[in-house]
Each structure stands twice: as C-alpha cells, then as structure tokens.
C-alpha cells in the first residue's frame, strides 16, 4: 500500500508558509505501515496540480491532497478533482445548509462563493468530520482513490484520524498492527546509546518482532523509539512491553519520560510524589525555565515561582561559583516559600574554568545538593540547554 | 528563469523531520524573481531521486538538491547526480585532504568513507562555501543546472547566498532587482490593514512599481511587506522609501519594526532611548515575557529581571484587577531597582469581567498607566500573546 502527498497552496511555494501538513501526514503514515515515497507542494495552478496528482496516482495507490478547498476562486482543488474523475460536479444541499447556518449563527453575511465548499465531484463521497466550512472528500478512481482535506491543520487532523487513515488501514487489507513506543532519554549521545543498545539492535534485526530508531530532539532530548509490529493489538503491545522491560535496566536513569512526557512534566510528577514544591532564581537561563515549568503547570500549585536576574559575568573559582549558586537557591525557596530551591550559575571561562561551564545547586530542606556539567559554550545553547540540565539534575535528585 | 528544489532524505518522509529547508529556498527564489513551480520530498532511494531530478530538469532550467551529501551509505545524492552528467566521479584530492586536516585538528579518527564527499562528478565544479564537510555541487547539464547542498540549515544557508542565487541570478540574465521591507504592526486586523490601505493597493496595481502583501504571524504581528522590482539597486530602494513615507502615515504607531526587528527589540530600543530600565512582575504570562526580554538584552543591561508568581485566579472587579497590576507593576520596579515596572493581571471572567480581559500596569516614576486589552480567552494564547500585548502597551506608554 502506498499513499503520496500532495500540498497545494502558491504561499507554500513562496516560503510564506511552512508546510508542517506534510511532516505530519507522513509520520501517520509511517506509523500506519503504509509506505509513502514522495511528497510534492506545488501551487494554485489547474494543469500543475492536475499533473501532479496524476503522477502520484500512477505510482502509488493513494494520494493525500492537501489544501485549496477554500472559498476563493484560488481554492481549485475540488475542480481538478472532479475533472480528473470526468463527471463534473453536484452541489450537495444538506452542506450548502450547514454551510449557510455556520454564518448565520456567527451573524455574518455570506458571500455566495462559499457555498462553492458544498459542491463535491460525482462519484465522490464527503467526509463526515467537519470542523471548518470546507468539507474534506474522498474520491475512488477504480481501485484507486484520491483524498482531499483542508489545510488548517486542525481541520486536516480530524478528517485524517476520523476517516482517512482508518480508510487507508481498511484498503491495505492486512490486519497488521504498528505501535510504537518512545522512551525520552537525557544524558546520552546518539551513538553512546547505539553503543549500550547494540546486543537489542541486533537480538530485534533477527527476530524481526520490533525496531529500534534514535531521534535526536534537541533540547528534548533524544528519542528512543521503539517500533512493534503484529496481527493484533494486544501483541504489539506485549511486545513494546517486553522490550521496554529489556532497555530500561540498560539506560537506568538517562530514560526520563515516555512518549510526549517531557523534562518538566516529569520533574513535576517526582516533586507531586513527594509531596514537595519548587521555587527556581534564574541568571543563565533568563526566564525559559519558568516558562516551561508554568506552561506545565498553569496553576503553579508545584511550581511556586521563579526570578529572573541579571547576573553580572565573573570569572569564578569553582567555590565562589558554588556559594553563588547556594545563595541564589535557598533565595528561590525563601522569596517563594517552596520546599525545593533551583539555582544554575554559569561562570566565565578562565584559567580555572573550562568553558560551558554550569554550577547547578538543588537546595532541599535546608542541605545542598551541587553538581557541575559541561555545555557547549554558546550563549543560547546554554540558555536552552541549561533548562533541561538543570531539571534533569533535580529529576535524579529527588530519585535519591 | 525556472527552478525546482527536491529535498532528499527518508527522515524527511517519514515525518521525522520538518522540510524548513525548502521552505526557506522557496522564499529566497521568490525575493530573487525566480518562478519556482514545485518541490519534492524524496528518500535515499537512488531510483527515485534520479526519476525526480530528471522530471525536474525536464520542465525547469535549474534544480536545488539539498540533502544527502553526508558520508554514509544512504547519502547519494553525488552518485545519482553523476549517474545523470554521464561522466563518473572523480576525488577531489584538495578537499579530501580538508576533510582529513578537519578531523585531525579536533583530535578525532576518521572513518575512510568521509573522504566519499570529496568524490565530484566529472564536469560540476565545487562551491566554494565549505563550512560542513561536504562541499556543495554546480552541476552544469547543457544549458541547464542541477545545484547540490549539505541538509545541514546553516551550511545550506551559505551555499546558497555565496554561490547559488547569484549564479541563478546571472543565469537569468536579467539585470531586474528585487528588494522587500517588511513593515512589522500589531493592533490591527489583515482586513483592518487591507482596508486602511486599500488606495495604496489599488495604486501600486497601476504603477506596477512594487506590490504590499501581508502575513500573518501569530504572536509576532502582521507583517507588511513592501516589495519592488527595479533595473538598479539604487531604484528599488527609492521606491521602497517612498511607499514606506506613504504608508507610514496611514499606519502610524501600529508599525512597532522594520524587517527583523521584533516587539521585545523595539522596547529595548525605547528605553535606551530614553535611558530608562524595566523589570515586569509576571503572573499571566509566566517567565515568557522575561525569556523573550533577555534572549534580546542577554547583559541584561536595560531589562533588569523579572518575576514569575502564581496569581490565584480570582473574579476581580476593574478597581480591584488595577490596584493588584499596580501593585506588582510597583513590586517589580523595587525589587530590581529599575526605572519602570510592568505587569498584567487577567482576572477570571465573570458578570462584570469579560473573558479574556487583561488589565496591564506600566508603572513610571511614581506615576502608572493603566489599560486593558481582551485577548482571546484561552489559557495559552493569553500567555503567548498577552507578552506582545503588555509590550506594545508599554512601547505605546514610552513613545507617549
């Protein structure tokens, strides 16, 4: 089964816009099983997308049409569409009423080419999620078939969970089951990782059950996917289990999190455990940190509160660095009345001092935890990777 | 002039990574006046990558191929273009002998497959930019160009100014120069924007000497973009002067920026101006108002510090909601010595609080100024744009 994606839109084209539709789209179908070999953007032109779409349906067995089915006379789409399966075009009432109630109720007058959204090819069928204006469609070409959604992301999101990849999944006929699972790690290089997990790389290349992949995300950390396929879903799921088991004593605590469980979110659940809350003084890392940890905890029950200051730039010996980073740490618990205090201090490079050098200070109940790393010795990698540095260093603390 | 980009890469079809690569190109050929029609994602397959080359030199005069130059065995975009030119590959022996005197000066051992990125098909010339490993590749076919470069953004970036756009630009042997300035507003609609300026719109349609367009850009505003089109260099930037006196006046203090400039970069520049420091008192907004304000002003040096309280959502009457922003707007200026305080209070909806309602402080030598705004009321665009809003209110508060 193969499935190709075709995104159209003149502004794609231009740069104006970053077509995060395709990368999308194409991490679902992987997930899916389905093979997807090309993705093309190409713009608000008849021929051109007629062209492209024919080719995508000649080598593959569906294609994803992305975009242009709008209001506008640039919105051309479902035009190509009804031409390429050479039947013309119905306009399908109960969806020029919907269409036509949605600006009612909003108190808006309509202008008469929105209904141009309820006219649908014949021998096409609408798709029944319909969370903007434009409906989606799905159009069979003999045993083919060619998919159209909006390009809002949202819109697209619904109508490929809802209809178009239970539809793919149906016509790859198999009963196969892909599920993956990603372990989030911090502390580890890609290829220290590839290291430690080379015995399951290779245990996994013979029995062919799962896979393993590396994704480096940046200050995320870097993802360690693992890839399960089988004929059900409770198979693939024993198998994410049983490997899972096999890798966590391998990686111990560089593992922090799984899926979309990021640093915060697990320093957060450790200090929720505990029953304890957080206050963090920020010099290095200017503001970020808290607005992770708030994005993360939008009531602040856990995370009580930070301050942003100015930090003049000293060369520090490694003891003036350290009672800095005390000082600003038990600041942090007594101005917010936490039980846990942060605190990170880059000292300038010097003799003394290797450059990149972050002094971190957790201040617990009234006794010192410090540790010393080294990060690249770039202003706003430091900033941004401070953060996750020094929550990584309060996550294994609190873990004793 | 015509050219395509095919950005190669499994990862990239695989969702794995987003194409910000193409993106970017598309935007620098549309600046340049260089029509391109599609873009191709491909994987590291070789007859795949050839087929859409080929399709692509068939219908342009020129095609960007950006990824797969690295060492390993999946990079092939050297061998499929080679395959294409007819002629074989030869190694450059003064690259190879670059990559070997890279490695050795950062003390590493070189695997011999690196020294395959000195392989150049027979007929292309390298590109000089060589900050990578790879050098990117001119790749003449007859009267048309196949152009390869490293995935790798930044020195995709280098290559692609240094070498590629003026070679395109030569080649498209039209002396015309295209500039853009972008206009940077906040505090009106695109539709406000375009009605505003619809007499220049409909003018520059007669003259042909240059056109507006708008973007949208989230919590950085809207942008106006100025583009004209011009036999010299020294006509453009006359006429880009001109339609910027002519707009100006129209807009007025909703440009807060030209072209880079950001809301954070226009503050900044206010408060030296008038030799003034800030530091805000966050609740609202969470720390991203102090990680944008020292991502500008890393010293430090104007913006102060900021802090980040937890502000119990409550139902707050107007007297109340401006006595509490004052209060933190005070806070903040005492706390950290500054000359002006900021903070923003959004009390919870209610009989007498719209939702969404945002009471802003900016508190000046003894004396406040108080507005409020409503933003739309979701948790997380009141954060993100609740820090554009306070910003442009204080920018508006200094310019008096």
Redesign the interface.
């Known amino acids: 089964m193969r499935c190709e994606i075709v995104a159209i839109g003149t502004e ?9 539709n ?7 179908l ?1 997930v899916a099983g389905i093979d ?8 608000d ?1 008849f021929e ?1 997308i007629e062209g ?1 779409i024919r080719t995508a349906l000649a080598r593959s067995d569906a294609v994803i049409c992305c975009g242009g089915l709008g209001p506008t006379q640039d919105d051309i789409t479902r035009d190509v569409i009804a031409h390429i399966m050479g039947n013309g075009m119905v306009r399908d009432d109960a969806i020029a009423a919907e269409i036509e109630r949605r600006f009612a109720s909003r108190g808006r007058v309509m202008a008469a080419n929105n209904l141009r959204q309820a006219d649908v090819p014949v021998g096409a069928r609408t798709i029944e999620q319909m969370p903007g204006t434009a409906p989606g469609l799905v159009c069979p070409i003999g045993n083919k078939v060619i998919y159209a959604v909006p390009g809002v992301p949202s819109e697209m999101r619904m109508m490929m969970e809802g209809t178009i990849l239970p539809d793919l999944r149906a016509r790859a006929g198999t009963a196969s089951v892909i599920r993956s699972r990603t372990l989030r790690t911090w502390g580890m290089s890609e290829s220290g990782l590839a290291e430690v997990l080379s015995d399951r790389i290779d245990a996994l290349d013979v029995s062919g059950h799962a896979t393993l992949a590396f ?1 480096a995300s940046g200050i995320e950390g870097l993802k360690v996917r693992i890839t399960a396929k089988s004929d059900d879903e409770q198979t693939a799921a024993a198998i994410l289990d049983q490997e899972e088991a096999l890798i966590r004593p391998i990686l111990g605590s560089v593992i922090f999190g799984i899926d979309d469980e990021t640093m915060e979110v697990a320093v957060l659940k450790q200090l929720q455990a505990q029953g304890l809350t957080l206050a963090a003084v ?1 010099t290095l890392t ?10 993360a905890d ?4 856990t995370f ?7 930090d003049a ?1 000293a060369a520090l010996a490694d003891t003036e660095a350290q009672a800095r980073a005390i000082d600003q740490a038990e600041q942090a618990r007594k101005v917010f009345g936490a039980h846990v205090g942060l605190a990170a201090v880059a000292p300038l490079a010097s003799e003394e001092q290797r450059p990149g050098t972050v002094v971190m200070v957790a201040s617990i109940a009234g006794d010192w935890v410090v540790e010393t790393t080294i990060l690249q010795p770039d ?2 990698r430091m ?1 941004n990777y401070g953060v996750i540095s020094v929550l990584d260093f309060l996550r294994k603390t609190l873990a004793g």
Chains 1, 2 share one sequence.
């Open positions: 794609l084209l231009l740069g104006l816009i970053n077509d995060t395709s990368t999308w789209i194409g991490e679902q992987a997807s070999h090309f993705q093309v953007k190409v713009g032109n051109r492209c994704q920020e200017g503001g970020v940190l808290a607005s992770r940890m708030t994005a939008p009531s602040m029950a009580r509160g930070g301050q942003v200051l100015a730039d202003r706003n900033r």
